[in-house]
């Protein structure tokens, strides 16, 4: 149903003007429609977990795990569904969302320390979407974990975890001195990120990263949460006890079988079958995953609160995503890394009162994590630089047919390393994904998500599909073009240590 433009679209003024959605823009309904006035210049709140799959929110169809709180972010606003990631691995896509650049651009490929980032950490915090709008007038801060390699220059408040942090009375560094804190870590940062709007000044706008530990790998949730699936019976996913057989030589030669996974060696015995072992390790994995998640919702939540009481929530956007998905033991994997649907696909919530509809749900737009900064940038009203390569969010919500991308690029390069996974570039589009394995012997995957969303059919050598495979290999050829995409086939990293990987 073709609706008016009157009721499509509304605009609000401001030095960052707004558009108000609409249901035919987004692919979903909009049951309320804000009345425009004058804007202040927003304030961001840009909230980051890591490790959360998409799968892993009531919003997006969890029937294990209910997170009324996240929930909340996107039923007071806006929900993307086709949200992705460049590079689902933390540091590169972290600093993605920082830059807006992909990883061969900005530097920071791998989770070790060869990033090319490093070497002019001061020019290339300045780029940063933080940076450029402290130099706008934002007060700016940091809160909870950090994993970039280069430390947030330029900040005026930050309260972060080293390296990847630990879940219990967590050390710091607040404004650069070491403070050990007491209680779980999201509790800590959750405190911090409160204290960051306590002691704003009042005259300035703000933007805060909150970025939680959780639910990264080790999963130990406050105790509180501690037993809150104890006696729930998780479904198995599908295709947890699927072999890998028909894989790829370079996905079977990786270390990221959920029955092989070593975490748990006091439950599950390394003798019993694998198809056992995959069941058990699941099982208590799955359990501590939504454990630590609850502890992340409530925490969100809390803040929320705050926002709303103290009357900031109106001309706040709040942001929530994270930096990767995670395999939940689909294809019998755990860990990310892979361009299959659960690593790359992530959640992305936006919140903005004064600029957003009510219950907006996007279905159609590729969004992606080198979209944040050029978007959070325009919506504040600052120039986006043109080294940045995502593209802002506000046409999609100002106009009625935008012109938007219909497929985007992926590159994956941490190799050999933990996990093993082999350096990998693809393409997704709406209905097919395409990728090509590097490191010889080079393999491919073809896979059509209409028919086969599970990815389990690999069309790579069907010769029905000789054209589309070539048309994919081509549109690959001209996205790394496009994205200057330089970097050998061939590219692998020096690791930091010792790894040994096979080929």
Known sequence: MRIPRRDALKTLAAGATAALLSPTLLGGCAPAVVRPRQLRRPNIVFIMTDDHAQSALSIYGSKILKTPQLDRIGQQGLRFEQAFVTNALCLPSRATYLTGQYAHIHGMRTNGAESGFLREPRLRNATTWPNLLRAAGYYTGVVGKWHVNTPPIG?????????????????????????????????????????FLASRPRKRPFALLYQFKAPHRGWEPAPRFAHAFDDIEVPLPHGLLDSLQNRPDALRKSDMKIADMPDFPDQV???????????RNFEIFIKRYHSVLLGVD????????????????????????????????????????????????????????????????DTRHFVLNIDVAPTLLDLAGVAVPSAMQGASWKPLLARRNPDW????????????????????RGVRDERWKYIRWNLAPSEEELYNLQNDPDEQRNLAQDAEHASTLNHLRGRLAMLRRDYQDGDPDDYAPTPDGPTACPI
């Open 269 to 279: 015995d390394s003798k019993l079958p694998e198809h056992e072992r995959a069941r």
């Open 405 to 424: 991308r219909s497929d985007f690029l992926y590159a994956y390069y941490e190799f050999p390393a933990a996990h093993c996974v082999r350096p990998h």
């Open 155 to 195: 900040y005026d408040y930050t309260a972060i975890l080293p390296g990847q942090g630990v879940y219990f009375d967590p050390p710091m560094l607040v404004n650069g001195t070491a403070a050990t804190q007491r209680g779980h870590t999201d509790d800590v940062i959750t405190r911090h990120a409160l204290g």
């Open 298 to 361: 409530e925490n969100v939540g809390r803040f929320l609160d705050v926002l709303d009481a103290s009357g900031l929530a109106e001309d706040t956007i709040v942001i929530y995503t994270t930096d990767n998905g995670f395999f939940l033991g689909e294809h019998g994997l755990f860990d990310k890394r892979l361009m299959y649907e659960p690593a790359i696909r992530v959640p992305m919530l936006l919140r903005w009162p004064a600029g957003v509809a009510r219950g907006m749900t």
